[in-house]
């Protein structure tokens, strides 16, 4: 598996909703060396949405962790129904959170939310 492939893997395994016990038993068919490159994928996965929440919070520090989550979210280009259903708030609430993380951000009503979080995230500290 190339970096693209487990990447990908990742992505079908959080959709799917397994338990930690059927994550276990998929994991194992795959082998020892596609296991290890899927744990080294999680890993950097992990360290780089820490990355991007510390970015987020030195940029605007009065952002809350609902909204942190929020801008988790969008960077993993989530729309605004997914949200909803992984947070299990209305769209409207989201609507909402979203008009304040752009208030926080100092954005203009034109600028795009995802870009804008990406070019932060993306900045050096």
Do not use: W
């Not at 801008?71 to 299990?88: F, P, R, V």
Request: contains cysteine; aromatic residues 2%.
């Amino acid at each position: 598996m190339d970096k693209q492939q487990v990447f990908r893997f990742i992505e079908i395994m959080k959709s799917k909703g397994l338990t930690m016990s059927q994550t276990e038993e998929v994991l194992e068919l795959l082998g020892k060396g596609t296991r290890e490159k899927i744990e080294s994928g999680v890993r950097r996965m992990i360290q780089n949405n820490e990355q991007n929440i510390e970015r987020l919070k030195q940029y605007a520090d009065t952002l809350t962790p609902s909204e942190l989550l929020m801008c988790e979210l969008i960077l993993d280009n989530k729309n605004i129904s997914a949200i909803s259903a992984i947070t299990g708030k209305s769209v409207s609430n989201i609507t909402s959170t979203r008009s304040h993380i752009r208030n926080k951000l100092n954005l203009k009503k034109d600028e795009n939310l995802r870009e804008a979080l990406l070019r932060i995230t993306k900045q050096k500290k």
